[in-house]
C-alpha cells in the first residue's frame, strides 16, 4: 500500500484516521487551507502540494470535506483521479448529490462509493460506524478494512442508499438534540427545569426502535387530534416565555395530521417533496 490512499480535506475526521491508524508514509493529503499542513505533519502523512499530485498513483480516496463542496469536489477532482480509483464519499450530503458527484466521478475512470459516516469520530476513531453501498461497496469495503477501520457494513449496490439511510436517521438524532434546546429554554425560563428532567427520567421506557416507532405511530393515529390541541397549548406557553416554538408547532401539525384518514392529509396538506429517487451512475452495472 506505498501511497496508493488519498485524503481530500484534512480536517478532524482525516486527521484522526491518519494519526490513529498510522499510515504516515502509506497516505497522503491535500487540503485548500495550507494551515492543516500542520496537522499533516505530525500525522506523519505526506502534504501535497497540489490535487494532481495528491492524486496520482492512488488506488483509493477518501473524500472527507463540508458538505457544501462534496460535488464540487467530484468536479474538479474527477479528471485527476487513476482509471479504476475508488473515490469514496464519506460527507454527509443528501442521496440525489452523491448520485450526481457519482455520474462524474464514473465519467472520468473512477468508482464511485456512497459512504455514510455515522456516529462522531471522536471517541469511536476507527471504530465509527460506516455504511457502504454502490456498485463497488464489497471491495472498497475491504480496502477499508484494510485500512483499519474496524466497524464496515455494505448496505446495498446502488450509490445514496448508505446516505439515505443517514440522512433519514438524521432526522431523529439532530431533531432530538434540536427539541432538548426547546424544551430546556421553555424550563430554564419557566424556572422548572429541574423538574421537567426527573419528570422524562421517570416516564422513560426502555424500548428497541422497531417497536418504539410503531407504538409511536400507533398512539398519534388514536390520540393525534387531542395531542395536537395541548400541542397548541404548549406552543402558546413557549412564547408566553419568550421562546419560539419552531420544533412544537411542527409537532402540533404531524399530531393532526396523524389522527386525519389519508385522503384528508391529502386534501388538508400542501403538496410534498416528490419520493427520493435513488440512481445508478449512467455507466454501472447492478449487482
Request: aromatic letters at 4%.
Amino acid at each position: 500500500m506505498e501511497r496508493d490512499l488519498t485524503l481530500i480535506g484534512f480536517g478532524e475526521a482525516a486527521s484522526t484516521f491518519a494519526t490513529t491508524a498510522k499510515w504516515r508514509g502509506k497516505a497522503r493529503a491535500y487540503d485548500i487551507e495550507p494551515a492543516r499542513h500542520v496537522a499533516m505533519q505530525e500525522a506523519l502523512v505526506e502534504i501535497a502540494g497540489d490535487p494532481r499530485s495528491a492524486l496520482a498513483g492512488s488506488r483509493i480516496v477518501l473524500s472527507l470535506i463540508t458538505a457544501g463542496e462534496a460535488l464540487a469536489a467530484a468536479r474538479q477532482y474527477a479528471p485527476l483521479i487513476e482509471d479504476g480509483a475508488i473515490w469514496c464519499d464519506m460527507n454527509s450530503v443528501a442521496p440525489q448529490t452523491k448520485s450526481e458527484a457519482a455520474q462524474i466521478i464514473e465519467q472520468h475512470g473512477g468508482r464511485y462509493v456512497d459512504v455514510a459516516v455515522l456516529a462522531p469520530v471522536h471517541p469511536a476513531r476507527m471504530a465509527v460506524p460506516l455504511l457502504v453501498s454502490g456498485p463497488c461497496a464489497d471491495e472498497a469495503c475491504i480496502e477499508l478494512i484494510a485500512r483499519k477501520f474496524t466497524n464496515v457494513r455494505v448496505v446495498g449496490h446502488e450509490v445514496g442508499r448508505a446516505s439515505a439511510i443517514k440522512m433519514v436517521r438524521s432526522i431523529m438524532v439532530k431533531g432530538v438534540e434540536a427539541l432538548t434546546d426547546e424544551m430546556m429554554a421553555a424550563a430554564s425560563a419557566a424556572g422548572v427545569t429541574e423538574d421537567v428532567l426527573a419528570s422524562l427520567d421517570a416516564s422513560e421506557i426502555a424500548m428497541p426502535w422497531s417497536k418504539r416507532a410503531a407504538y409511536n405511530l400507533e398512539r398519534m393515529q388514536a390520540h393525534g387530534t387531542r395531542r395536537a390541541a395541548e400541542m397548541e397549548e404548549s406552543a402558546k406557553t413557549l412564547r408566553s416565555l419568550g421562546v419560539e416554538p419552531v420544533m412544537t408547532d411542527g409537532t402540533v401539525r404531524r399530531q393532526r395530521d396523524a389522527a386525519l384518514p389519508k385522503t384528508d392529509i391529502e386534501n388538508a396538506a400542501p403538496p410534498e417533496s416528490p419520493p427520493l429517487q435513488i440512481r445508478l451512475p449512467a455507466n454501472a452495472s447492478r449487482r
